[in-house]
C-alpha cells in the first residue's frame, strides 16, 4: 500500500532553503579550492628541490653556495643551443623575469630566473632539441631548465651588478 507526503512550503521557506544550500557549496567550494593550492605549493616547492637534487647528482650543477655550473653544465648548455638562444633574447627574457618578482638581491634574481625557466614556452623545434640533448646527456627536461636558468640568472647578476655571495644573505639589499 502507497502512501503520498505532502509539505507545504511558502516561497519564503523555500528561497531560505535554496539559499543555504547555495551558501554551503560555495564555501565548501572555497575551502577545497584554498587546501588544493596549499597542496599544489608544496608539490611545487618538493618538485623545485627534486630538480635541484638531480642537476647535482648528474653533475651538472654543483652543490655549493651560490650553485654553480660544473663543465659538464657548461657544456650541456652549449650542445643544447640553450646559450645561445639565451644570449639571443636575453632582453625577453630579463623582462619576463621582472614580471616575476623586484629583483631587488641577489636572491630574487636566483628566484625569478628559476620560475621563469622552469615554466617558460620555447619555440618548439628548439624544445624537441633541448629534449634530445637531455637525452643524450641523460638529465631530465627539469634539470636543463634549471641549467638555462642558472646561466641567466649569473647574466643578470651581472648586468644589475650584483654580488652571487649575495645569494647566502636573505635580505633585500637597499635601492641604489
Not at 543555504?20 to 628541490?49: D, I, M, P, Q
Not at 635541484?52 to 650541456?76: C, F, H, Q, V, W
Request: charged share 25%; with cysteine; aromatic share 10%.
Amino acid at each position: 500500500m502507497e502512501q503520498n507526503i505532502i509539505i507545504y512550503v511558502g516561497i519564503g521557506k523555500a528561497l531560505t532553503i535554496i539559499w543555504s544550500v547555495l551558501v554551503a557549496v560555495v564555501v565548501g567550494a572555497w575551502y577545497a579550492s584554498h587546501r588544493l593550492t596549499k597542496v599544489e605549493t608544496k608539490v611545487e616547492g618538493f618538485s623545485n628541490r627534486l630538480t635541484g637534487l638531480e642537476g647535482r647528482l648528474d653533475k651538472a650543477y654543483e652543490s655549493m653556495s651560490p650553485i654553480a655550473l660544473t663543465k659538464k653544465g657548461n657544456d650541456i648548455l652549449i650542445d643544447s643551443g640553450l646559450k645561445k638562444y639565451i644570449d639571443d633574447n636575453k632582453l625577453i627574457f630579463t623582462e619576463h623575469c621582472k614580471n616575476f618578482s623586484a629583483m631587488t638581491s641577489a636572491y630574487d634574481v636566483q628566484l625569478a630566473t628559476f620560475q621563469l625557466f622552469s615554466v617558460f614556452d620555447f619555440p618548439q623545434d628548439l624544445e624537441l632539441k633541448f629534449k634530445e640533448e637531455a637525452y643524450k646527456a641523460g638529465i631530465s627536461m627539469g634539470v636543463l631548465r634549471r641549467i638555462g636558468g642558472i646561466y641567466f640568472r649569473d647574466l643578470c647578476l651581472s648586468d644589475l651588478k650584483l654580488d652571487p655571495k649575495e645569494l647566502d644573505n636573505s635580505q633585500p639589499l637597499a635601492e641604489a
